[in-house]
């Protein structure tokens, strides 16, 4: 039952991040009037931190935990390569909403870092936890 309990959060911890990612690629030409919104500046930020620590906090795995990050770092970079139709999602940093695909894929990675350096920087419980003898 331990098995099948890891896989599930291994699939939930692939899933989720990968939708979010998609969702915050296709937010990135969000505009208010002539104004781009970085939405998915503040998604990436917020998703790759809570999503890493969540994975963790629930699967009690570090290697599911990093499964978002990983993800997430798969799917917005490979936003930023042109296809061979020539389709491109994040483009460089001439314009604004150029600039904002910029910070998204920054901030996207650097809270993602933090977010697997914390997990893999906290101590691995021994032990069953039932205080006997050590």
């Known amino acids: 039952?331990?098995?099948?309990?890891?896989?599930?959060?291994?699939?939930?911890?692939l899933v989720v991040p990968?939708?979010?990612?998609?969702?915050e690629v296709l937010w990135l030409p969000l505009r208010i009037g002539p104004v781009p919104v970085p939405l998915s500046v503040v998604g990436a930020a917020l998703g790759n931190l809570l999503?890493?620590?969540w994975a963790h906090r629930l699967?009690?795995?570090r290697v599911i935990a990093l499964l978002p990050a990983a993800v997430w770092v798969v799917i917005a970079v490979g936003a930023s390569v042109r296809r061979s139709e020539g389709d491109?999602?994040?483009?460089g940093a001439t314009t604004a909403t150029q600039l904002v695909g910029l910070a998204f894929l920054l901030v996207g990675v650097l809270f993602a870092s933090f977010a697997v350096g914390r997990v893999l920087s906290?101590?691995?419980?021994?032990?069953?936890?039932?205080?006997?003898?050590?």
Do not use: E, F, Q, Y
């Open 1 to 13: 039952m331990t098995a099948l309990r890891t896989a599930g959060w291994a699939v939930l911890a």
């Open 18 to 23: 990968a939708w979010l990612a998609v969702v």
């Open 51 to 53: 999503l890493v620590t």
């Open 59 to 61: 699967s009690g795995s």
């Open 88 to 91: 491109l999602l994040i483009t």
């Open 122 to 134: 906290r101590p691995v419980r021994a032990g069953s936890g039932s205080g006997g003898a050590r």
